[in-house]
């Protein structure tokens, strides 16, 4: 491994699903002779992509858990994690992002900006990567690498400037005219390994020199020296373009756009050249890691490798031999048998094998350098977790973490399979904060919960095939919440005389609806009503009643629990009784301050040609969905909404009827909100009936 | 709806926009003088009234055409609060649909075609079209009376944005500057956003089809885009 971090690259790709993303990642090692021969995604070799390492990965044609792999070109290394295009796995592109320095977004040059690269460029702004535009797909038929360009402009607002035109398109597509160079590139021999330069084909020589006009306007805004030159009309030199591509692409206000067909072996090295030149070094991006021993100050860290340790564990993997934990290090030094300190815990580990990952292969290491990505055997540790060395105690901030929407209860279908499902959804809820597993104490079932539909069958598939573990699915379950609406007075006392000593406590106060938060629980008891000690069994019983709504049992958010009146006695008052008491305070109060249901709500995109857009909006409409408005741009129709969560199930194959498959749809979580009448009294009657059974 | 108060206290009742039912109104102003402010405050003034609105979009996309309802209703409800904002935010977003078009896709049969997904399957009936960024360049007067008397057959209030220029000078009997002057007479009402030193006017040129007279009192707030009557 390279020491100087100028010659290091911390890069993702990401993208909408089917644009190609895993095929332009197989491109990129074999180009870098990481690999030696091509497989196909979905290939008659059978062997699938390197990067999907998963066989259910391979299987579906889909990238699920990104995978870190490491390469070099030319005199840089470059550490690649590819990430997941399908909206459910967006944790997965989250937890990439949050380590990486920049990225390539891959677009297909026919679908263009479809809604899955909406939601990754939006969490590419959020944490702030720059990145390079790939047009892939420039083979394909329908392919228009201007039109994708536009979107990224409209769509995106990405201030998108095309350093590359095709030459050719669709099935005529030859190479690429680099617009710095001013040169047509052709990539000839066995799999495109020969790059050959020539002079611009002249059909094409007037639309080159029109769009480097169009691309240099747009770079000199970030490059003086530029700027002079271009006035002064004379040669400009090809450093002074790069340098001011680099500028602009590092400050987040310019995307250069490259083209090329992974598929066809065209304009991957220039792609790699870019990531060379245009995307930032560990150095480049400042990160920030909070200081636990003062009150959490914002530092810097220093990507020096003489400071000490501070690495970010962003990814586990339970393998054959133990954890697998990929860790990014943002300063210090990591070297095998060296102890580290997890900040969360406080423990110190000891640092076992050090392996560079390269899809499911791995390389041993004796250390790693600041900036760099790798992979630690046996080290207990929870995604997310910091690690320091010295006598630093930091955190790197915290990441963004969705919270299930939905739920399944899975059922074993052995007793052989109950023991391997508790090993998988161990190791699952280890390694993916999005996916929760718990057992429901009233039914006995086992309940999963994630993000979506295909989150959760991915875990059941994964059970099967690594753990052996056969599983009966329940139907898919939305997760409710109950809320209340408006304040509500309790003075509730529990008393029991049962032989022995009794039990007993008075509690008085309110419930009142908490704008933000999901519980709150405020103390206004003045001269000792209820003794101080108490005060913590009342706020225990109170948050205990959150577990569980009167309506349909699922969890309250949303209350603040005020005590401002009690009662107690000097033998039978108890914490217990305590408990009881703000229990049935809660109850009294819960029932008198209007509760609701409330129901997760979707923000639904469906893209489809436009010839379908009534019958979109027509399916969208009976589902209880609220259409947000449509845009149309030429044949093609994006339609977004917001429906419930319930109401989704099952959508995807009544689009593709629908739409004779032509149509696709993605869907984030956008709120909770309040479900209508009529749902609402058919889910309390359907819960009051489950208790009675 | 419970939302009187706030309609009540709209300055743009002055446009007497109940009175309008299937007529087609026009706001033209110079680029940047806040046509689309003015066209959201119509559709505003209609939701709040309790009818639905559809916004058209030619041109620009659909999150900045959410983003300024989302930053007019805030100006309004700082200025008018009400007691429960969020069912005020819900009421509009149910109440008010976008459709975005690019310059090109966008023609009197496309147009047709819409409402009809829209009303016949009962997915969004509106009371009101806005059509913000219509090209009437590249239009003629029998074009637009088609898509008048589409409306017209709908039942639907029509309102149109549409951009003068500095050096075009040419002008309609009634005063309705170009592009637009030579269709003035498919309009029921039309009004020009005016440009002083420190404000902008709303001065109504047609109105109820006729030229119009006096003066609206009606100004355009430059800091919140809301329209203010004069004191």
């Known amino acids: 491994m390279n020491k100087d971090l100028k010659f290091v690259r911390n890069i993702g790709i990401s993208a909408h699903i089917d644009s190609g993303k895993t095929t332009l990642t197989e491109r990129i090692l074999f180009y870098t002779q990481r690999i030696h021969a091509i497989h196909e995604v979905r290939g008659k070799d059978g062997v699938g992509a390197t990067m999907d390492s998963m066989e259910l990965e391979r299987e579906r044609g889909i990238t699920i858990q990104s995978a870190a792999t490491y390469c070099s070109w030319k005199d840089i290394d470059i550490n690649i994690i590819d990430t997941p295009g399908h909206v459910d796995f967006t944790v997965e592109v989250e937890r990439a992002l949050r380590v990486l320095d920049g990225a390539i977004l891959v677009l297909c040059s026919v679908g263009g900006v479809q809604s899955q690269s909406i939601t990754v460029d939006r969490q590419m702004t959020r944490y702030n990567v720059p990145r390079i535009a790939f047009i892939n797909k420039c083979d394909r038929t329908g392919a228009n690498p201007e039109r994708v360009v536009r979107q990224l402009r409209e769509k995106l607002n990405l201030n998108a400037v095309m350093l590359q035109i095709p030459i050719g398109l669709e099935s005529d597509l030859e190479g690429v005219v680099d617009l710095v160079t001013m040169k047509a590139v052709y990539f000839e021999g066995e799999q495109g390994r020969d790059i050959r330069y020539d002079e611009i084909p002249a059909a094409l020589l007037d ?22 030159a271009m006035l002064e009309e004379g040669d400009i030199p090809e450093a002074l373009i790069r340098e001011a591509i680099r ?125 760099d990505i790798i992979a630690l055997f046996g080290v207990e540790c929870a995604s997310g977790d910091t690690f320091c060395g010295g006598n630093i105690n930091w955190s790197m901030t915290s990441m963004h973490i969705p919270a299930p929407v939905i739920s399944l209860a899975i059922k074993p279908k052995d007793n052989k399979a109950q023991d391997n499902i508790s090993k998988a959804l161990n190791r699952f809820c280890k390694e993916d904060p999005t996916f929760k597993s718990f057992v429901d104490h009233e039914t006995g079932e086992t309940i999963i919960s994630g993000m979506g539909e295909l989150h959760l069958d991915v875990y059941i598939e994964r059970m099967k095939r690594e753990y052996k573990a056969e599983v009966e699915v329940g139907a898919p379950r939305v997760a409710y919440r109950e809320t209340i609406t408006q304040r509500a007075e309790f003075d509730y006392t529990h008393k029991k005389q049962t032989g022995g000593s009794g039990q007993f406590g008075r509690v008085g106060g309110y419930l009142e609806p908490l704008e933000e938060g999901v519980y709150e629980f405020v103390d206004d008891i003045v001269g000792g009503s209820i003794p101080r000690e108490f005060i913590s069994s009342c706020d225990k019983g109170f948050s205990a009643s959150m577990d569980k709504g009167l309506l349909t049992g699922a969890p309250i958010t949303g209350v603040r629990c005020v005590i401002n009146d009690g009662g107690y006695h000097t033998v039978d008052s108890s914490d217990m009784a305590f408990q009881q008491a703000a229990k049935g305070a809660f109850k009294e109060g819960y029932r008198k301050a209007s509760p609701i249901i409330m129901e997760p709500i979707m ?56 739409t004779q498959g032509k149509a696709e749809f993605s869907m984030e979580f956008s709120a909770y909100k309040q479900v209508p009448k009529g749902v609402a009294e058919q889910l309390i009657k359907e819960y009051e009936a489950s208790k009675k059974n | ?135 009437f360049t590249a239009t003629d007067h029998a074009k637009l009376e088609d898509i008048k008397n589409l409306m017209e057959s709908l039942r639907l209030q029509t309102w149109f944005s549409a951009t003068s220029h500095r050096d075009d000078t040419r002008v309609s009997p009634t005063g309705v500057p170009a592009p637009c002057h030579e269709f003035d007479d498919l309009f029921e009402i039309v009004v020009l956003l005016k440009s002083y030193q420190d404000h902008i006017e709303l001065e109504i040129l047609r109105d109820s089809g006729k030229k119009a007279e006096g003066s609206s009192h009606l100004r355009l707030d430059p800091a919140t885009m809301l329209v203010r009557q004069e004191d």
């Not at chain 2, 659909?62 to 007691?83: F, G, H, R, S």
């Not at chain 2, 966008?106 to 409402?115: A, I, K, T, V, Y």
Request: hydrophobic share 40%; glycine share 8%; net charge negative.
């Open chain 2, 1 to 135: 709806m419970g939302y009187e108060p706030l309609v009540k206290q709209n300055p743009l009742r002055v446009l007497k926009l109940t009175g309008n039912d299937k007529k087609m109104g026009l706001i033209m102003a110079r680029a940047g003088l806040g046509k689309t402010a003015l066209l959201v405050q119509i559709a505003l003034d209609t939701i709040l009234r309790g009818n639905r609105v559809l916004h058209i979009s030619i041109g620009e996309n659909l999150d900045k055409t959410k983003l300024w309802y989302d930053d007019m209703l805030q100006a309004i409800l700082q200025e008018c609060p009400v007691a429960k904002p969020h069912e005020l935010i819900d009421m509009v977003r149910q109440h008010r649909m976008i459709m975005t078009f690019k310059e090109a896709a966008f023609d009197r049969s496309r147009l047709e075609e819409r409402l009809n997904d829209l009303i016949q399957q009962n997915i969004f009936t509106p009371d009101c079209v806005v059509i913000d960024g219509f090209d």
């Open chain 1, 603 to 658: 923000k639904v995109a469906v893209e489809g040609p436009s010839e379908f857009q009534g019958a979109i909006m027509g399916s969208l409409n009976q589902r209880r969905g609220v259409i947000v408005g449509t845009s149309e741009e030429g044949a093609y129709t994006v339609v977004e909404a917001e429906l419930p969560l319930g109401e989704m199930f099952g959508y995807s194959t009544i689009l593709r009827s629908l």
């Open chain 1, 247 to 371: 500028k602009g692409t590092l400050s987040l206000k310019l995307a250069p756009v490259m083209v090329g067909s992974a598929y066809k072996n065209k304009g991957i090295q220039l792609l790699l050249d870019g990531v060379e030149k245009y995307l930032p070094c560990p150095t480049d991006v400042e990160n920030i890691a909070l200081d636990i021993d003062n009150n959490e100050a914002e530092i810097k860290v220093s990507n020096n490798t003489a400071d000490p340790l501070v690495a970010l564990a962003f990814k586990l993997e339970d393998g054959r031999y133990g954890q697998l934990t990929y860790v990014r290090t943002y300063q210090g030094e990591v070297k095998k048998g060296e102890f580290i300190t997890n900040t969360r815990t406080g423990k110190k580990v000891k640092v076992g094998r050090l392996v560079r990952m390269h899809a499911n292969e791995m390389e041993e290491i004796e250390e790693a350098g600041s900036g």
């Open chain 1, 207 to 228: 639309q080159a020199k029109a769009k480097r006009e169009e691309m240099l306007d747009a770079v000199s805004m970030f490059s003086d020296e530029l700027m002079e």
